[in-house]
């Protein structure tokens, strides 16, 4: 309360001496949309939202202007130069970029902007207006010249003036008056999540679907993974993400299961959220909350290992998830050649994922020999997702890889289809490849 008094003061001494708010230079702002989208996470998500609103605002905001945190979840904005709509506008940003780095997706439609407009009985009054209403009201007086052809013929003028420039080291370029500063990424999607077939080589059926984080990127294509993330690396967003995908995948299978569709899901977990004991815990806590009878369909795929990691480290991971779910893989490099550590551990298998690898095919042929052949020596499994080629699948089955991924074994789903048979010709178009092979 003491907090609180002392801010009206203070917004009460500006009022009086500058009349700022018949100049609509006091706003408020709040995330009642985060609020709502993340429901019971928002209790232990809230302090890091308000810790990058604050941030946010430090960086936007010129030296003279301020800013107030008010009733817990809001903040009071005083600008002491900017016109109504510029200060409109800059609120509006500010709430955008907490809802694109929280929910990933500023919707225009719910992100509101408070404008003071008077005082009653010391209360202040706000009015309220949508970003997307902030946005029609600047654009409509962007366009509107009040002093008829006078104004017009000042803004034709300003048209010619001369290209503004910039120096960037030794050589000068056109200053296109954006903020090079504060370059982000392009508009995302919410994260959803979609099932990957994979192809069991020698079963020559397709029993596994890999469930998938994914952002739709306004460009029209996706980023999958870790890489849903962005730049943001804390581990509370990759233990979030991880539960996020132990709940997608539970209630698939629990709908699968429903409709009689029976298949192994495979499922990434970080390194990150297994190696420290309060973030094991609560992944543990979330993968004990799906029913067993759906959780021995689980094959955890442990993401983000270090090269060299000693195997009774991985083992200490095994050992907590081994009872509860179907079977345990990690993901493995290029760089990886000796997979002894991974068997010592109690692994199913390993996966090589080539959605980077830039490498000549050759040179993946040659991994693929030296995977496979090195897994078979300590009875490993091996898995490779992403292949792009026909050329790479088919070296990657006459290598003798367990598992294939990508290009010609199926499409991305929103849910997965039922097990289903795929024989060497319906992929490859080689009906004898097996039997050419064992011959």
Known sequence: MSQMDSVKSKLTNIIAKSKLVEAGRIHMVGFDTVKETLGDRWEAVQERVMNFAENRLT??????????RYDGDQFLIVFANLSHEAAQMLVGKVASEVHQFILGSPDLETISVKTAVEQ??????????????????????????????????????????????????????????LDASNIVVPQLAPISFIYRPLWNVYNQRI??????????????????????????DEI?????????????????????????????????????????????????EA????????????????????VGIPSMRIAEFTSLLHSRIRAITCKVGMEVRNLQP????????????????RKP?????????????????????????????????????A????????????????????????????????????QNQSA
């Open 59 to 68: 960086a936007h905001l010129g030296s003279q202007d301020t800013f107030f």
């Open 120 to 177: 009653v009985d010391g209360e202040l009054l706000f009015r309220e207006l949508t970003l997307a209403e902030v946005l029609t009201s600047a654009h409509d007086a962007a366009h509107l010249c009040p002093n008829g052809a006078k104004d017009a013929a000042k803004a034709s003028a300003a048209h010619k003036k001369p290209v503004a420039t910039k120096k960037q080291g030794s050589i000068l370029i056109e200053d296109d008056g």
């Open 207 to 232: 029993t596994n679907y890999h469930c998938i984080p994914i952002r739709r990127v306004s460009a029209g294509y996706i980023i999958e993974g870790y890489d849903v993330l962005g730049t943001s």
């Open 236 to 284: 509370e967003c990759i233990v979030d993400l991880d539960i996020a995908t132990i709940q997608a995948a539970g209630k698939t299978m629990a709908k699968a299961i429903e409709h009689n569709m029976l298949f192994a899901c495979n499922l990434s977990v970080h390194h990150e959220t297994l190696s420290r004991a309060e973030t094991r815990r609560i992944y543990l």
């Open 287 to 306: 993968l004990d909350r799906i029913p067993p009878q759906i959780r021995r369909f689980f094959i955890l795929e442990i993401d983000g290992l270090p």
């Open 342 to 357: 991974y068997g010592n551990a109690n692994l199913f298998g390993v996966t090589l994922d080539l959605i980077d690898n």
């Open 361 to 397: 095919e050759i040179d993946v042929m040659k991994k693929f020999d030296q995977l496979a052949a090195a897994a078979n020596n300590i009875n490993l499994k091996t898995a490779v997702t992403n292949i792009r080629s026909t050329s790479l699948a088919l070296a990657a089955a």
């Open 399 to 434: 290598a003798g890889i367990t598992y294939i991924g990508g290009k010609g074994v199926g499409d991305d789903n929103k849910l997965p289809g039922r097990l289903r048979k795929l024989t060497f010709n319906d992929f490859f178009g080689i009906p004898d490849m097996m």
